[in-house]
C-alpha cells in the first residue's frame, strides 16, 4: 500500500485477541478499522481518513 496515502499521519496495526487487525492513527486513535488482514485494515481506514472528514 502506498504510505503517501495517509498524508504523513503514524499508523498501528494490531492483531487483537479475537484475531482481527485493527489500524489507527497515532495522532488520532479515535479514528480505527478492523479487518481479517492487515492490507485490509489500512484501506479500511484510508477510507476514513481525516482528510476525507475534512473534505
Avoid at 479515535?30 to 485494515?41: E, K, L, Q, R
Amino acid at each position: 500500500m502506498n504510505k503517501d496515502i495517509f498524508d504523513g499521519f503514524n499508523v498501528n496495526v494490531f492483531l487483537d485477541e479475537e484475531g482481527d487487525y485493527l489500524a489507527h492513527f497515532v495522532e488520532m486513535p479515535n479514528i480505527s478499522a478492523f479487518s481479517d488482514t492487515p492490507d485490509g485494515a489500512l484501506r479500511e481506514l484510508a477510507s476514513k481518513g481525516p482528510l476525507r472528514r475534512l473534505g
